[in-house]
């Protein structure tokens, strides 16, 4: 079945530095999403990005379809940036998403 | 931009009692997802839902399980009986899926404590 494997599983930064977060899939791509999953529960798309490179303030995500893998970068980290990211990836000829176990974030003075 | 509404957003039930989650998804979206995620876990998709039926079910969507959309309106997730281990918070999440992908909204989720 579909897999989806994020790396790293934690990171601590210091404010100001950056953040380069992955996720990989074990099959063909549909469709992905990055979340951001705030620590009460509740989801915010950063990024639907099945191909390319997306930028967004400090974020910019980069889907490299043929290498099956997504990349979240966090650039000028800033506290209020901690928190869990998680990325979802559809499989080709799936209708379903398939959750990575999320990257834990924390962002220190 | 386009918002997925869920109602409640708290639940607690007794072991054994019947639970509707309720989901308002955005109004031109036809794919509707359920997703279940127990407290530090994994996200884990459910079911989906399109045409007024299920299209795939997931080993978590258990028999006590059930999904509808009576009359375009709310999305709606049953458990009857509930069990202690459906204690999770459940997502629902909509798509419009043009040419057979699209992104999904998700709402903000259903905390179910089930005693």
């Known amino acids: 079945g579909q897999q989806v494997q994020q790396s790293p599983a934690s990171l601590v930064l210091q404010e100001g530095e950056n953040a380069e977060l992955q996720c990989n899939f074990s099959t063909s791509l549909n469709s992905m999403q990055w979340f951001y999953q705030r620590p009460e529960g509740s989801l915010v798309s950063l990024f639907y990005n099945p191909s390319g490179t997306k930028q967004s303030g400090r974020l910019t995500s980069t889907t490299v379809i043929k290498e099956r893998r997504s990349s979240l970068h966090i650039s000028s980290s800033q506290i209020t940036d901690s928190g869990t990211y998680l990325c979802a990836m559809e499989g080709t000829g799936n209708y379903k998403y398939v959750f990575g176990a999320g990257t834990r974030l924390k962002v220190i003075a | 931009g386009p918002k997925v509404l869920q109602i409640p957003s708290h639940q607690i039930i007794d072991m054994g009692q019947m639970v509707t989650l309720n989901c308002d998804p955005v109004?031109?979206?036809?794919?509707f997802y359920w997703y279940k995620q127990i407290l530090g876990q994994q996200m884990e998709f459910l079911v989906n839902f399109y045409n007024g039926k299920v299209m795939e079910k997931s080993k978590l969507f258990k028999d006590q399980f059930s999904v509808e959309r009576p009359d375009g309106s709310y999305f709606t997730l049953k458990i009857q009986p509930t069990a202690l281990e459906d204690s999770a918070v459940y997502f629902c999440a909509s798509s419009v899926r043009d040419w057979g992908v699209g992104e999904q909204y998700f709402g903000p989720g259903t905390r179910l404590t089930v005693l």
């Open positions: 109004s031109n979206h036809l794919y």
